[in-house]
């Protein structure tokens, strides 16, 4: 199974896959859920950064609940390991590159993101449901993860190592705009890449071969606000073929409000 599904292909499979709709907004935390209520692609389930992706307490805005209390949330929604999950939301993978990252986390390689999200479904005449499946539940097995998180220390310590990525709007990484955390600007050494940049003008993603120009194969730490988009990041390099980033849990909004040095400008 690929990593980056076409919407003709999802089409094609509806019934063989267990489809995820994250769709969510930071003007708007319940904005997504709404959303779904109104119209989903038939038979998915709704997980939601706030409540489901996210732990209550933790480093920065969305910090990670534990593996084991991920995979319960994930057997609640009926998703257990034999499924291949799609995730897919309103803005370019964002969103759906947490539930990637997270499931991959988890050890579960079966997961993929809807390439061009809800609007790419639509494009390609893709029906809508306003129905809430019922789903049994599922058990899901902790495995090896196959992606690593690291922590504030972690990026004090060994950021020297590393290519320190901010997948933040450039407003946000000179310190122009910061509409949400403590302190504007950027962890210094990190170079900007929002994650916008993973795509092409229609909002689909740059090819293979596109985003392995665009990425140096080389020891990456990945970043944004809260550890949410920067899982683009990291997706965009697993297209790539190259090897997966560590993500920094609590991003800038751990790094802000814990102190860290501020970088601003280019």
């Not at 790419?120 to 097995?141: C, I, M, N, V, Y």
């Amino acid at each position: 199974m690929q990593s980056l599904i076409a919407p003709d292909w999802l089409k094609g499979h509806l019934e063989e896959v267990t489809v995820a709709d994250v769709r969510w907004y930071l003007s708007d935390l319940t904005l997504g859920r709404r959303e779904f209520l109104t119209g989903h692609i038939p038979g998915a389930v709704y997980l939601d950064v706030e409540s489901d992706l996210s732990a209550a307490e933790g480093p920065g805005r969305h910090p990670l609940p534990t593996r084991e209390e991920f995979a319960q949330i994930l057997e609640r929604a009926g998703i257990g390991n034999t499924d291949f999950v799609v995730a897919y939301d309103s803005s370019g993978g964002a969103i759906a590159a947490r539930l990637w990252w997270m499931l991959r986390w988890l050890g579960h390689e079966n997961v993929g993101i809807l390439d061009g999200g809800i609007a790419g479904w639509q494009q390609a005449k893709g029906s809508l449901s306003a129905d809430t499946p019922q789903r049994a539940a599922a058990s899901f097995e902790v495995k090896e993860p196959l992606v690593i998180a690291v922590d504030r220390s972690y990026v004090q310590d060994h950021a020297s190592e590393y290519r320190l990525v901010d997948a933040r709007s450039t407003e946000r990484y000179y310190g122009i705009k910061e509409p949400v955390d403590s302190a504007a600007g950027h962890i210094p050494g990190a170079i900007n890449v929002p994650f916008v940049t993973n795509l092409a003008a229609d909002g689909r993603f740059l090819s293979p071969e596109a985003l392995g120009e665009k990425y140096e194969d080389a020891p990456t730490i990945a970043y944004c606000g809260s550890g949410v988009t920067a899982c683009h990041i990291i997706f965009a390099k697993h297209l790539a073929g190259q090897a997966a980033p560590l993500l920094y849990e609590g991003s800038w909004s751990d790094w802000a409000q814990n102190g860290g040095a501020v970088s601003t400008g280019a």
